[in-house]
């Protein structure tokens, strides 16, 4: 067991929401001060994605603004993992890394920017980009489109096993949406790599994840209320598994009933208004939510006294 490797990310990480003001620019301040409720909080990890940060709707300029004020905000009172963009060539990923660690973020993620045509396309990218670098590296690991025919592929565990044998690539926040393939990647590899599962919070560590020997997992109800978050994982790691299973099953997944319809990233954006933690603002094609919708979360707050 690589225990060191696998150590260096432990509990909930919580992905980054991106702050618009009304004008639909990047509200910068407004996400130095909420990474630093987060810390304030106790959150140990925070992380930006191509997803939940909205990397897909930045310029490269903006990306490196945001991540740098990422670890600003966070003063080295947390771990800071920072992503780059989903296009782009290797130069670009390692542009990435290499400001990443002029900024003195913790670790890279990385997203493989092309279709997957093959693993002796995929090698050199990830050889070249952890030889430019002196960063740790995660990978963004999620289903990319097959340059071979119709359909998806996900990362194989062949690719894998060459890739953590890279003594900086050290894990990976795995967005799979394939139980069956998830499952395998945290059965196979959390002995030697750190893996973060995606999807589900703390109701997939609880019951698919943790007993698999994962050690770290992506946050959900953390974004708006980490005491939740950091008791649910200070109940499972101390063995208390009932009052993890209650904070899951009372909790969590009646929320999730309530807002997952309305789609978890817009939720998300509204929610950490109510709680006055960003401005309500997105930056087009992404909408507001309409007053109806706003209305439901705020039911479900109210539900919760989490307002």
Not at 114 to 120: I, L, M, N, S, T
Not at 155 to 181: P, S, T
Request: hydrophobic share 40%; with cysteine.
């Amino acid at each position: 067991m690589n225990t060191e490797r696998i150590n260096k990310i432990l509990g909930p990480v919580i992905p980054l929401p991106l702050p618009f003001n009304e004008d639909e620019t990047v509200a910068y301040d407004a996400l130095h001060s909420y990474v630093d409720f987060l810390v304030n909080n106790g959150i140990k990890n925070v992380m930006t994605t191509v997803g939940t940060s909205r990397f897909n709707l930045l310029t490269f300029d903006e990306i490196k603004k945001v991540n740098e004020t990422v670890v600003k905000a966070a003063n080295g009172r947390a771990k800071t993992i920072v992503a780059n963009p989903a296009q782009g060539g290797t130069i670009h990923a390692i542009e990435f890394a290499k400001h990443a660690q002029e900024i003195g973020a913790d670790f890279f993620l990385v997203c493989f920017p092309e279709r997957d045509y093959g693993d002796e396309h995929t090698l050199p990218f990830f050889q070249r980009l952890h030889d430019a670098t002196c960063i740790d590296i995660l990978i963004h690991e999620m289903p990319r489109r097959n340059g071979l025919g119709l359909g998806s592929k996900q990362y194989g565990v062949e690719l894998l096993e060459k890739l953590f044998a890279m003594k900086r690539i050290i894990g990976l926040k795995e967005e799979a949406l394939d139980a069956e393939y998830s499952n395998m990647l945290v059965e196979r590899f959390s002995k030697e790599a750190i893996i973060i599962g995606a999807g589900g919070g703390m109701s997939r560590y609880l019951y698919r994840d943790f007993e698999r020997g994962s050690k770290a997992f992506l946050g959900g109800l953390g974004n708006f209320k980490p005491s939740i978050e950091i008791e649910f994982y200070d109940a499972i790691t101390s063995g208390n598994r009932d009052r993890a299973a209650v904070i899951v099953e009372d909790i969590e997944l009646k929320y999730f009933e309530q807002v997952v319809p309305i789609g978890w990233h817009p939720h998300l954006k509204a929610a950490l208004a109510i709680k006055g933690l960003m401005p309500n603002w997105e930056r087009s094609p992404m909408k507001n939510l309409s007053s109806e919708e706003v209305s439901t979360i705020a039911k479900a707050f109210k539900a919760n006294n989490w307002l």
